[in-house]
């Protein structure tokens, strides 16, 4: 088992700037996916940003220049490091981890609310 605690979340006028953070603890092994997806008002789930145990990170395209995930040094926390916020950036955050295909672990999410 893996468990996520996430922080960051919160209101933001549009055009700034926060940062969230996800810790993963329990059966985490060397090799995995870490990362962000959002589910907006009324809409579906998507992937923001993912990073591998190998460094290489992916992001949604049109959030590529604005948004930026990272790992911490212990390599079991991600953070993403959001800028340029748009109202549309709005919703539940929820980190996500994936030791293996199949296999996915979720946090329980942290709310963002851009305002215009």
């Known amino acids: 088992q893996v468990q996520l605690v996430e922080s960051g979340g919160g209101l933001v006028q549009a055009g700034g700037s926060l940062t969230l953070s996800c810790t993963a603890s329990?059966?985490?092994?060397?090799?995995?996916?870490m990362g962000w997806y959002r589910e907006a008002p009324g809409k579906t789930r998507e992937p923001v940003a993912m990073i591998s145990s190998n460094g290489s990170a992916d992001y949604l395209d049109s959030l590529k220049g604005r948004f930026t995930i990272t790992r911490g040094s212990a390599k079991n926390t991600v953070y993403l490091q959001m800028n340029n916020l748009r109202p549309d950036d709005t919703g539940d955050y929820y980190c996500?981890?994936?030791?293996?295909?199949?296999?996915?672990?979720w946090g329980r999410g942290t709310q963002v609310t851009v305002s215009s």
């Open positions: 996500h981890f994936r030791p293996t295909p199949g296999i996915a672990y």
């Open positions: 329990g059966d985490i092994f060397s090799i995995y996916v």
